[in-house]
């Protein structure tokens, strides 16, 4: 083994999680595509994305956001996963996935306020914990609806329901999506929750939807099912969530969850001024992920510009970091970790276009700049160099 591989090779040391095994320390990290067709069911071209990125040799595959129910969708080409009908695409799709040996991971989310279709929104507002108005685009202010007790329950059943699903159809787990300021990450925020019911109020409240989302998904799969959990661990904003808070949830939610990725920001925080190009900053959310890593004995996967292999395989030598996620990287060049362990990082395919093409394109199915321009035309990079 030469000495820059050595650097690196904690990167593909096994690691467990939950009762099961992953082949490495590499997570492809959750990044909307929007592959699907326009009634959310799983595409081929999204089944060839995710079985790409597998066959790349990443070690967990964790998809983009499949909503939990039709008040939760936020985009077209969003996967829906709230239905038996949605089943068989699920299946083609976790199968895909582990047939290239990677662990498949479902990520399960709400909207909240965010739902969509944004251009009706005004006749067909979001949900959230409180009717407060947001900006859901800039220049743009609207008022979501307050969402009613019969419907939390409704949200907390919907969450439940697609973890079952997501076992049935075959993945090994699902993530739940509680960051960048969908439901869960609503009723977490002093700023978006200023409900006086058993829903908000002191910090205890406002993080009861999410300690009942947890059991209430717990309860509806088997043991050995991996439940992990996308962490916002810092608002971002004057008088939100912060860090101190998601410590605190963190080690409150870790008895039940098999692995956590902390994210800082929400769609209205990355709106301010201050917080202009802070995602295109090295490690811009490490030290958060660094902090919760400390006080947790589960697997934390740290995301986020993190720099060269050497520098990730040094995070989870001496910082605690159990993993390292990787969603642009990924989309980019699929083979990053087989380039990484054979040596050939220089050879690696990045994209580092501004704006970048992947937000231009993610609602009608993302591109990328990086991809070869034959593959551009195809509209996914799936299989075609193979």
């Known amino acids: 083994m030469s000495d820059e591989m050595q650097s690196e090779a904690s990167l593909f040391d096994p690691l467990s999680v939950g009762q099961r095994k992953s082949r490495n320390r590499l997570f492809l990290a959750p990044m909307s595509v929007c592959y699907a067709d326009s009634s959310g069911f799983v595409t ?5 994305h995710y079985g790409r990125r597998a066959l790349g040799g990443v070690g967990v595959v964790v998809t983009e956001n499949f909503a939990v129910s039709p008040a939760g969708r936020q985009l077209p080409g969003q996967t829906n996963i709230w239905s038996d009908d949605h089943l068989p695409g699920l299946s083609r799709l976790a199968a895909e996935i582990k047939r290239h040996g990677a662990l498949a991971i479902a ?26 108005p947001f900006p ?10 307050e969402i009613s007790t019969k419907q939390i329950a409704d949200a907390i059943c919907a969450f439940a329901n697609a973890a079952r699903l997501a076992q049935l159809a075959g993945f090994d787990g699902v993530e739940i999506h509680g960051a960048q300021g969908f439901l869960i990450s609503q009723f977490l925020s002093p700023r978006s929750n200023k409900r006086h019911d058993v829903w908000g109020g002191d910090p ?15 309860s509806a799969v088997t043991d050995d099912f991996i439940v992990g959990w996308h962490m ?27 692995f956590l990725i902390p994210v800082a920001g929400t769609f209205e925080a990355f709106q301010q001024t201050e917080n202009h190009g802070l995602m295109t900053r090295p490690a811009f959310q490490l030290e958060s992920a660094i902090q ?8 934390v996967v740290a995301n986020g510009n993190l720099g060269t292999a050497a520098h990730m395989a040094a995070l989870i030598e001496k910082e605690g970091i159990s ?7 990924l989309l980019s060049d699929p083979d ?20 970048p093409l992947c937000l231009q394109t993610q609602l009608s199915g993302v591109k990328c700049s990086a991809w070869p321009s034959a593959i551009q035309e195809t509209g996914h990079y799936g299989y075609q160099d193979q």
């Open 204 to 218: 205890g409240r406002r993080s009861r939807f999410a300690r009942e989302v947890l059991a209430a998904v717990r």
């Open 323 to 329: 993993a390292i996620g990787l969603a642009r990287p």
């Open 107 to 132: 990520q399960i989310v709400h909207a909240g306020r965010y739902a969509g279709p944004w251009g009706d929104y005004e006749a067909h507002p979001g949900l959230a914990p409180s009717a407060i």
């Open 232 to 258: 916002l661990s810092d608002e971002l904003m004057e008088g939100g969530y912060g860090l101190e808070d998601a410590k605190a949830l963190a080690c409150e939610l870790q008895a039940g969850i098999d």
């Open 136 to 145: 859901l685009q800039p220049g743009r202010i609207v008022t979501p609806i």
């Open 336 to 355: 990053w970790p087989r380039k990484v362990i054979e040596g050939r990082e220089g050879e690696i395919n990045r994209c580092n276009c501004q704006p």
């Open 44 to 48: 081929d071209a999204q089944i060839e």
């Open 292 to 299: 919760i890593a400390q006080l947790l004995d589960i697997p």
